[in-house]
């Protein structure tokens, strides 16, 4: 049987993130090689995490590829196919995994995974085994983008390890100690239009910590 194409924003095993050195100062992070760091800041000076490898190998489905989300979540693309999201009367569509730290109207939920398409919505619950677990079906009128998730750093002199996945807002002052990953909106004004759920299986375990939409 064919290999069904994986959609746009899952990396593959042969993408990897660019081993570069992260130098910690009292004004916040930056790459040691300067070319590196004019690379990865965005205009609004946050560092992002850079990419290598090619799009080959295995698909890991727990993950979303930093480049491809953050180009799709900020155009507002599929993150099936990098297609137009679909957008009716009531919002643009997304689907996301079912939770248990959200409300039953998902209104305020973050979330780091971008919007989709009408036909990506059909099928990526039965390609994606992250979501055959449970999903929600959103139509949203207000996605703003309000931080973004990544390697939260200490602050010089201050104990513990750096911080994985963590969301950090454009008005937090953490801003300065994040290595970004992806790009994180913040779901307003939604419609719940299914719900798909069933009993969690190993898959929406593994996923819920790698992927989650973090409520306030
Ligand atoms: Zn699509």
Same mark, same amino acid.
């Given at each position: 049987?064919?290999?069904?194409?994986?959609? &746009?924003?899952?990396?593959?095993?042969?993408? $990897?993130?660019?081993? *570069?050195?992260?130098?910690?100062?009292?004004?916040?992070?930056? &790459?040691?090689?300067?070319?590196?760091?004019?690379?990865?800041?965005?205009?609004?000076?946050?560092?992002?995490?850079?990419?290598?490898?090619?799009?080959?190998?295995?698909?890991?489905? %727990?993950?979303?590829? /930093?480049? @491809?989300?953050?180009?799709?979540?900020?155009? $507002?693309?599929?993150?099936?196919?990098?297609?137009?999201?679909?957008?009716?009367?009531?919002?643009?569509?997304?689907?996301?995994?079912?939770?248990?730290?959200?409300?039953? =109207?998902?209104?305020?939920? @973050?979330?780091?995974?971008?919007?989709?398409?009408?036909?990506?919505?059909?099928? =990526?619950?039965? $390609?994606? /085994?992250?979501?055959?677990?449970?999903?929600?079906?959103?139509?949203?009128?207000?996605?703003? /983008?309000?931080?973004?998730?990544?390697?939260?750093?200490?602050?010089?002199?201050?104990?513990?390890?750096?911080?994985?996945?963590?969301?950090?807002? &454009?008005?937090? /002052?953490?801003? =300065?100690?994040? *290595?970004?990953?992806? %790009?994180?909106?913040?779901?307003?004004?939604?419609?719940?239009? =299914?719900?798909?759920?069933?009993?969690?299986?190993?898959?929406?375990?593994? &996923?819920?910590?790698?992927? @989650?939409?973090?409520?306030?």
């Amino acid at each position: 049987m064919k290999e069904p194409v994986a959609p &746009y924003v899952t990396p593959r095993t042969g993408e $990897l993130r660019l081993p *570069v050195q992260v130098v910690v100062a009292v004004a916040g992070v930056s &790459y040691a090689d300067p070319a590196h760091d004019a690379l990865a800041r965005d205009v609004d000076g946050v560092l992002w995490e850079l990419c290598a490898g090619t799009t080959t190998g295995r698909p890991d489905y %727990a993950e979303l590829h /930093p480049g @491809r989300q953050r180009e799709t979540m900020e155009n $507002l693309r599929c993150a099936g196919c990098n297609e137009p999201a679909a957008r009716d009367g009531r919002g643009m569509l997304w689907l996301l995994p079912l939770l248990d730290t959200v409300t039953t =109207s998902w209104e305020g939920v @973050r979330t780091a995974i971008p919007p989709v398409c009408e036909a990506c919505a059909e099928k =990526s619950p039965r $390609l994606c /085994p992250e979501l055959r677990g449970g999903h929600v079906q959103l139509r949203v009128r207000e996605a703003e /983008p309000v931080g973004v998730r990544g390697m939260l750093h200490p602050r010089p002199g201050e104990p513990g390890v750096p911080e994985p996945g963590a969301v950090v807002g &454009y008005d937090s /002052p953490d801003l =300065s100690f994040v *290595v970004a990953r992806h %790009a994180v909106r913040e779901l307003r004004r939604t419609t719940v239009v =299914s719900f798909t759920a069933v009993a969690p299986t190993q898959g929406l375990r593994r &996923y819920v910590p790698a992927l @989650r939409a973090v409520a306030r």
